[in-house]
């Protein structure tokens, strides 16, 4: 099993950028499948984007595409999301996630989360 750790996360004005960084370590990091998610205050957690094993294949949420890119060093075992023209309903916990297929963007399908770090935009 990997273990993750996020980091890069903070307070960030609207229309700012920020970019999210995934840590790996454990089971070789380009076996997995990679997503982000996130939960905002009351509500579910929610598909944010995926990547392909050699980082050659994503998929993105409505919601977030165009403005965030996601993708991945295998070198360095570290996944990144890059997330620009922010808005307050960004305002989120954001995790990485480690599964099976970059197509597969439901929670079932990813065995590995790490413990999310805190995105605030501030209007």
């Known amino acids: 099993q990997v273990q993750l750790v996020e980091s890069g996360g903070g307070l960030v004005q609207a229309g700012g950028s920020l970019r999210l960084s995934c840590a790996a370590s454990?089971?070789?990091?380009?076996?997995?499948?990679m997503g982000w998610f996130r939960q905002a205050p009351g509500k579910e957690r929610e598909f944010v984007a995926t990547i392909s094993r050699k980082g050659i294949s994503t998929k993105y949420a409505d919601s977030v595409k165009g403005r965030f890119t996601i993708s991945r060093d295998n070198a360095k075992n570290t996944m990144y999301l890059q997330m620009n023209s922010l808005k307050p309903e960004d305002t989120a916990v954001y995790y990485c996630?480690?599964?099976?297929?970059?197509?597969?963007?439901?929670?079932?399908?990813?065995?590995?989360w790490g413990q999310g770090t805190q995105v605030t935009v501030s209007s």
């Open positions: 996630a480690a599964g099976r297929s970059y197509s597969l963007t439901g929670q079932a399908d990813f065995g590995s």
């Open positions: 454990g089971r070789t990091f380009s076996d997995n499948a």
